[in-house]
């Protein structure tokens, strides 16, 4: 990483822009905490980015003064089918096995188009297991020049053995166990890449001469066995003076995730929700109910079931000191908080003849009776439908009737935020109207487009750009657009009925190709089309 980063400065400050693959998706997210604190702008591809994302990476990051630097990108998913010929410098993170997987990669800069030099950065560790992977990389490459191109395959190459896999992997531990040196100067940054530039020259003549015969005999390491190390053959013995790698291995921390809770101190007793402690839960009422914040009962009312339970602790007994634990440093607190525990509980008074009314007239009060499937299906039913379609979503929620899921309704939306974590809640729901939202805008926006046309399915034109597919023909997308909008964008079975309706189509009776399309595969494409026609329209869904 210090070498990366002085090299960044460098290619920064000359203008140039930078592709960087790396083989793993964790090390793009260790170089996208890098980028926010050089405050790098950048793009980044992985296999789990979508296809909309990826289309949009690529065109923020090929756009005419594009302030993107750097474009972070796995080998495998960004190595194949994008175009990135604005960027001139291209850094090879961590090598393939595969040699032609960083060869793809390389040629996202060398496309038609390209107008700068291109140049191709790998990073090799010295003395480790990278510069045999580059040796074989070499010997992979020199192999398919004298086979494959040239159909001369006399015999097959074999797979590696356990033997030289392991002799791979031992190659310059020691060196690199026993290494001090661990700071680079802006002046190493220049002998780095000189004498990178010599190993390679040393690595390219070493096997631009060699014949296949020559490759079938070659092995990983020369020595005549991999347990031989310095001098000393280590087959049948140990080293046990501890300066081994093994002796000296150190467990790389535990990825754990951070979870923080915010519970409201007074709903936390009322109503039961408590942290897990190991220590014993305190006593209440037998055949007391339970009570949740969704219900949105009075506080008048959880009052009097409160002051109810301290008096019946007070009546068995109960000595307060059961609080959960915390730290040395809060010992203090924690004594004064059950000090005040215990003198509630000292004070506590039985209900009186007014307060046992009220609490009969209050228990009808609020909704008691909804249980947490029963909200949670309240909630999903406005994140589905948005917070308005108040007719739906009081026929959707289980087991309750429309009037009570609307008298509800009424009731949440003024005192929702009494709810614990309720920004979770509401922030769901905006992400389903937002969601909403855009499945209308595209539905309006196909429709309208379409209307342009007397007969689309021969009129309409799809702007394909440099993202004409191979497989799909012009006729099988304009179908495909004519059906999404008809059948509705955003609809649950919308892509279902387009898969019948091609296979039903007399158009595509002989059409083996459309016809054997799955619904996922017919979603992806109706995406990608939508995108082209909405984005050669000047808008952006």
Request: proline residues 3%; contains cysteine.
């Amino acid at each position: 990483m210090v070498v990366l980063d002085r090299l960044l400065k460098r290619l920064k400050a000359q203008g140039s822009r930078v592709l960087i693959f790396s083989q793993m998706s964790r090390l793009l997210d260790i170089l996208e905490d890098y980028c926010e604190m050089r405050e790098y702008k950048y793009c980044r591809i992985d296999g789990q980015t979508s296809h909309e994302e990826r289309i949009d990476a690529i065109d923020a990051y090929n756009a005419p003064d594009s302030e993107k630097f750097l474009f972070l990108l796995t080998t495998r998913a960004g190595g194949l089918g994008i175009n990135l010929v604005t960027a001139d410098i291209v850094i090879i993170f961590d090598s393939d096995w595969n040699p032609q997987a960083d060869l793809q990669a390389q040629d996202r800069a060398h496309r038609i188009g390209q107008t700068k030099q291109v140049y191709v950065f790998r990073f090799v560790t010295e003395n480790a297991i990278e510069e045999k992977v580059m040796e074989r990389a070499a010997q992979k490459l020199r192999l398919d020049q004298l086979v494959i191109q040239q159909g001369r395959l006399s015999q097959q190459q074999k797979a590696s053995s356990k033997e030289d896999l392991l002799a791979m992997i031992q190659h310059g531990a020691q060196d690199m166990f026993n290494s001090t040196e661990s700071t680079v100067t802006e002046d190493d940054i220049d002998s780095i890449l000189r004498r990178g530039e010599e190993k390679t020259k040393e690595l390219t003549s070493k096997y631009s001469q060699i014949g296949i015969e020559d490759l079938a005999k070659f092995t990983s390491e020369s020595t005549g066995s991999v347990y031989l190390w310095e001098g000393d053959d280590y087959n049948n013995k140990r080293k046990d003076d501890g300066s081994n790698i093994g002796n000296n291995w150190i467990q790389p921390a535990k990825r754990e995730r951070k979870v923080n809770y915010a519970i409201d101190d007074y709903y936390r007793e009322a109503m039961r929700v408590t942290p897990k402690n190991t220590a014993p839960r305190a006593p209440r009422p037998p055949k007391h109910p339970n009570f949740y914040d969704f219900q949105f009962l009075p506080k008048e009312l959880l009052d009097i079931y409160q002051k109810e339970i301290y008096h019946y602790r007070r009546t068995i007994g109960y000595k307060a000191g059961s609080l959960p634990s915390k730290d040395d440093s809060d010992k203090q607190d924690t004594q004064e908080e059950i000090e005040a525990e215990q003198k509630k509980i000292d004070e506590a008074e039985p209900l009186t003849e007014e307060e046992q009314e009220l609490k009969d007239k209050l228990s009808d009060k609020g909704f008691s009776n909804w249980s947490k499937r029963e909200f949670s299906s309240f909630i999903k039913s406005m994140e589905k439908n948005g917070r308005d379609a108040l007719d739906i979503i009081s026929e959707e929620v289980e087991n309750k009737t429309p009037e009570e899921v609307k008298e509800y309704y009424k009731v949440f939306w003024k005192r929702y935020t009494e709810i614990s974590d309720y920004q979770k809640f509401i922030a769901n729901i905006e992400r389903g109207e937002q969601r909403l939202r855009r499945q209308n805008d595209i539905q309006q926006f196909l429709t309208t487009k379409l209307k342009q046309y007397k007969m689309p399915l021969f009129q309409l034109k799809i702007p394909y750009g440099q993202s004409k597919g191979k497989f799909y023909s012009e006729e099988e997308d304009r179908f495909l657009v004519i059906k999404l909008a008809e059948f509705g964008f955003g609809n649950e079975d919308v892509y279902e009925r387009i898969r019948d309706s091609i296979r039903s189509s007399d158009l595509f009776r002989f059409n083996w190709f459309i016809k054997s399309r799955t619904s996922q595969e017919i979603n992806r494409r109706c995406n990608t089309l939508v995108t082209l026609l909405s984005r050669d329209a000047g808008l952006n869904f």
